[in-house]
């Protein structure tokens, strides 16, 4: 069974990177895409971007020059860097695969992570 | 974007009732619609891709249908576990957007 799990800090301050590992456990990260999707009170549910393990990224417009998705396919994990935050970043963050179409199906979650930006 | 709208935003219903959760696309996008299921503290989970195909491992009480912009989710008959919030998402063109969630309560 295929597990993820998201891990990182927190709380992080205006101005900073968001920096988040999804670890994937019962399974290879060598296929598939690999999605990061948020979740915000104003806003709902929000796909962030997706890697396939081989490395084409694709993120969403309107974060696409904040957002780096990265695969490690030695830790079977990948990380998610966002730059610059504000306080509008402020979200309950979701990692998850797609193992059944390209990048938009999305078969397994992580539990989510929050991470709140303040000072 | 595509947007994505979903009636209700809530619902209340009794263990056994039939619910039915319709999503709408602001442009067709064929059959390129998912459904999830999201409850407080576990990990999200797909119930049907594709319009109407169901998820491996999901109960077959789940159904879905449509195309083009009209799309229904229909619990043939509500079960305790089913309490929780379902949310449609397209995937026919990025961004992948999604519904802003129906919330399934119990009456």
């Known amino acids: 069974q295929v597990q993820l799990q998201e891990s990182g800090p927190g709380l992080v301050k205006p101005s900073e990177t968001l920096s988040l590992t999804c670890i994937v456990s019962g399974g290879s990260i060598s296929s598939y895409y690999w999605i990061w999707i948020r979740q915000t009170p104003g806003k709902g549910l929000e796909w962030i971007g997706h890697s396939y393990y081989g490395g084409t990224t694709t993120s969403n417009p309107s974060l696409r020059s904040r957002v780096t998705i990265s695969v490690d396919t030695a830790k079977n994990q990948f990380s998610l860097k966002l730059t610059s935050v504000t306080a509008a970043d402020t979200a309950v963050y979701f990692c998850?695969?797609?193992?059944?179409?390209?990048?938009?199906?999305?078969?397994?979650w992580g539990q989510g992570s929050l991470v709140t930006v303040s000072s | 974007d595509i947007q994505m709208t979903q009636s209700p935003s809530s619902l209340s219903a009794s263990v056994g009732d039939r619910v039915t959760i319709t999503c709408r696309a602001s442009q067709s996008i064929s059959s390129f619609l998912n459904w999830y299921q999201m409850r407080p503290g576990k990990a999200p989970k797909l119930l049907i891709y594709a319009a109407s195909s169901l998820q491996s491992g999901v109960p077959s009480r789940f159904s879905g249908s449509g195309s083009g912009t009209d799309f229904t989710l229909t619990i043939s008959s509500l079960q305790p576990e089913d309490f929780a919030t379902y949310y449609c998402q397209q995937s026919n063109r990025t961004p992948w957007t999604f519904g802003q969630g129906t919330k399934v309560e119990i009456k």
């Open positions: 998850a695969r797609d193992g059944v179409g390209s990048g938009s199906i999305f078969d397994y």
